[in-house]
């Protein structure tokens, strides 16, 4: 007796529908945890890193038992895909043992790392308990660049050997940076090393303000010019630009607030417990380690997310919205208010349409 044909599916097709299921739902199908805000590294445009030897900071940190309890709970929830982050998640001694307790879980994991910290033992460790990716910030193709964005000597030839530790193993590698105007000028080397290591590359030119309102970061970030320049002359980022706008225009004006995933099918947990909508939105937030996830899913989130647009805002009627990175988050950080708008997203929005939306009228 023949086996009964199995069609098959595409990962991404796959991914898309189960994340557009559960989006209609509301299912927390998505998470992002924070296991630290301290960082090995000094980075300019940083928003989130606290100096890896901050007690304060480290005092306030989930321990290992702790984050086994909130493990449980996401997955009992519904949650199936897991980005740890930080900070950097390996200045912590536990860490392989929080990221093998959600392995055993069943969480497809992401890793965000500046690879730095990784040994020969943490990268046999991967090995053996293989994430769904790692994905590597680099910060310049030369040590000089690099470090100038780091802050820390030697750490340019550290994550080097972090990547080729992870590459011996086989493992599913991704790097990006986040494009500033002391590395832009080695953006087509950071491109054609990636190449040449045969793994994916990507970049984000979007810098904000750092979470204590610090502005210093929007000093090292590209005019909007220049990112549409860039999105410009790389041929492949170009034609997706295109194809988003020729499918992407929005028609009606919109008055939800959040446009995105976040207490749809996403929530952020920060490095103390703290279950809210992002990273950039952390209030309203509710601490697990007092609550349900459940109670914060279906109560604190619930009612975040419904929140409304003004109707005065200029969002409402932009024929660009679902293409733009405009957000609450950036209106927080840059106008303190969820209801702002950034004027530097806003721009770079503007200049993409007219470059990028054949049916643009200035």
């Not at 093998?100 to 910290?117: M, Q």
Request: glycine share 8%.
């Amino acid at each position: 007796m023949g086996c009964a044909h199995l069609p098959e599916t595409r990962y991404s097709e796959l991914s898309q529908r189960l994340k557009a299921q559960a989006a209609a739902s509301r299912i927390p199908i998505s998470g992002d945890v924070e296991l630290t805000a301290r960082c090995n590294l000094r980075c300019v445009h940083c928003f989130i890193n606290q100096p890896v030897g901050d007690k304060v900071v480290r005092g306030q940190e989930l321990s290992f038992t702790e984050w086994a309890r909130l493990i449980d709970k996401v997955v009992a929830a519904g949650c199936l895909w897991l980005l740890i982050s930080g900070g950097e998640p390996l200045v912590r001694p536990d860490f392989l043992d929080i990221y093998s307790y959600a392995k055993e879980r069943g969480l497809l994991i992401t890793l965000f790392t500046n690879g730095t910290l990784l040994t020969p033992e943490i990268a046999d460790h991967l090995a053996r308990w293989r994430p769904f990716s790692v994905e590597v910030t680099i910060y310049g193709h030369t040590r000089k660049t690099y470090e100038a964005v780091t802050g820390v000597p030697g750490s340019f030839d550290r994550c080097r050997r972090g990547i080729q530790l992870l590459l011996e193993r086989h493992l599913p590698v991704t790097l990006k940076t986040m494009l500033l105007t002391l590395n832009a000028p080695e953006l087509e080397d950071m491109i054609a090393w990636a190449q040449g290591l045969g793994v994916q590359f990507r970049f984000d030119s979007m810098v904000g303000p750092r979470l204590d309102g610090s502005t210093q970061p929007c000093g090292y970030r590209l005019p909007a010019e220049q990112v549409v320049a860039l999105d410009l002359s790389d041929k492949e980022r170009s034609r997706e630009w295109r194809k988003l706008f020729r499918n992407n225009r929005s028609e009606l004006a919109t008055m939800e607030l959040f446009q995105c995933g976040a207490g749809r099918s996403g929530f952020y947990i920060d490095a103390s417990g703290v279950l809210s909508l992002c990273i950039m939105v952390r209030e309203p937030g509710i601490p697990l380690t007092r609550n349900s996830f459940k109670a914060g899913w279906e109560g604190v989130l619930l009612e975040a997310r419904q929140q409304q647009r003004p109707e005065e805002s200029p969002c409402v009627t932009c024929a660009w919205l679902k293409l733009c990175s405009q957000c609450p988050g950036w209106g927080l950080a840059e106008q303190g208010s969820l209801e702002g708008v950034s004027e530097y997203v806003c721009r770079t929005t503007q200049l993409r349409a007219a470059v990028f939306d054949a049916n643009h009228h200035p």
